[in-house]
């Protein structure tokens, strides 16, 4: 394969994957190609219903779950298939294009997703704090343009994250301790001084995420706050049902890349197992969480499979 960078020899990357002990390779194995066939199946089936649903995919919030179903079901597939392939005996080695895709996918569905959090916290915020104002303020025209801002900006924190990183010498080991073409682990092998790379990943991403973070809390903050004045238990009910859910997401994803990216230079054992909830278990939790937790979404599936079942009796 061609060089991509003219002080680069590297050819290709070897990923020596998640530790493990042997005689658990093939149980590893089966339970992270189960993890994968059910995330697929599980965001599909949410981005299915959204869609087929008149009544949720005229909503923003479901909107914004549909497109974080899509988001889960590529950036699962980014990441575990590679997984998956570390526990058998084929060739660990990812050709150098190969891996400069892997990290720039990786940041561009990472980042999106971050931003897409931030905006499903604002929507429940407006939708539970500004109830009246709620269809002025977040309606499907803007709920679609503030979506497609978070896909650019997350293209673009991708593109400067991979250029930042590649535009370095890589002439030396070309063994990536970790289960995937990362930021941090990558660097490791880079021929050069990696001081400006590292602080721009902490700047970039660690401040990106922590801010993201920071906004998510305040506006559950003030959701919290404004549940609490709800007269009904039912309303309560209801209300912390659907936040506490997209709260639990929330955290699992960012307590991780907070905990990665804001040490910078850091060589632990524990980041590559820290680093599985944010890669692997999110995706897998977002469409149990918000199907067995959200009546919206359940009376929708039950209408659709009710819907179906009358079409087959009256052929």
Known sequence: MENTS?????????????????????????????IYILT????????????????????????????????DMWLSSVIVPRIILNFTPSSKAIPFGGCVAQLYAF?????????LYTLMAYDRFLAICRPLRYP??????????????AWVAGSIHGSIQAI???RLPYCGPNQVDYFFCDIP???RLACA???????VTFVDIGMMASSCFMLILLSYANIVHAILKIRTADGRRRAFSTCGSHLTVVTVYYVPCVFIYLRPGSTSPLDGVVAVFYTVVTPLL??????????????????????????????
């Open 286 to 315: 977002n469409p149990l969480i918000y199907t067995l937790r959200n009546q919206e979404v359940k009376s929708a599936l039950k209408r659709i499979t009710a819907g179906r079942g009358a079409a087959s009796e009256n052929k």
């Open 193 to 199: 001084d990696t001081t400006v790379n590292e602080l």
């Open 107 to 115: 940041h561009f569905l990472g980042s999106t997703q971050c931003f």
């Open 40 to 71: 697929q199946l599980g965001n599909l089936l949410i981005l299915l219903t959204v869609w087929a649903d008149p009544k949720l995919h005229a909503r923003p919030m479901y909107i914004l779950l549909g497109v974080l179903s899509f988001l």
């Open 136 to 149: 002025m303020l977040m309606n499907g025209k803007l709920c679609a343009i503030l979506v497609a801002g």
């Open 164 to 166: 930042l990183t590649f």
């Open 185 to 187: 682990a990558v660097l």
């Open 6 to 34: 003219l002080n680069t020899i590297v050819t290709d990357f070897i990923l020596l994957g998640l530790p493990h002990p042997q005689n658990l390779r093939i149980f590893l194995f089966l339970v992270f190609f189960i």
